[in-house]
């Protein structure tokens, strides 16, 4: 029973925002998708690809040339590039979910125009469902957004931290 209710209250929340609504959602979806994925690759596979690294400098025998820091800068860009890869995709993700809730006030707002045109203005309750279409996605994109912006700024500085690590143990010591 209270799945069925909560069913229902979703599609009724659904129907009100109109059909950007559900361009919000699944760009929510993707968003929080990769969002996750890089959170289940910085708690637990990263430490792999850095302790590979770091076996790969430690087993040079040598370590203070151009060269070696050349090597030394090859090393970290590619862990950096591993490690930052969906990254950029996320905070479009991000960016372009307000742009997505703006669409629906927009797409909302004709809807209100259509029916001020067709009823002359004179019937609230059919403008009303334009206003809800017109609003619901509004406040969706801008939650959506600044659920990606909490999740991304954890992210990001886990994936500094790491990167800073793996600088710091690469050491051009002899």
Do not use: C
């Not at 259509?114 to 994109?141: I, L």
């Amino acid at each position: 029973m209270f799945f069925e209710d909560t069913i229902a209250e979703v599609g009724k929340f659904m129907d009100s925002g109109g059909p950007v609504l559900w361009a919000i959602v699944v760009l929510l979806f993707v968003m929080w998708t990769l969002i996750f994925e890089r959170l289940w690759y910085l708690r637990s596979n990263v430490t792999d690809d850095v302790q590979g690294a770091i076996d790969t400098w430690e087993a040079r025998k040598e370590r203070k040339s151009k060269h070696a820091h050349q090597i030394r800068e090859k090393i970290i860009s590619e862990v950096s590039l591993e490690i930052n890869t969906n990254m950029m995709m996320i905070k479009t993700l991000i960016a372009l979910a307000p742009l997505f809730g703006l669409l629906g006030t927009v797409t909302g707002m004709i809807t209100v125009f259509d029916v001020m045109a067709f009823t002359g203005g004179g019937d609230v309750k059919a403008m009303a469902g334009g206003v809800s279409q017109a609003t619901v996605p509004t406040m969706s994109g801008m939650v959506a957004a600044l659920s990606g912006v909490f999740a991304m700024t954890y992210v990001d500085r886990m994936a500094i931290r790491e990167q800073q690590l793996l600088e710091d143990h690469l050491t051009m010591d002899h």
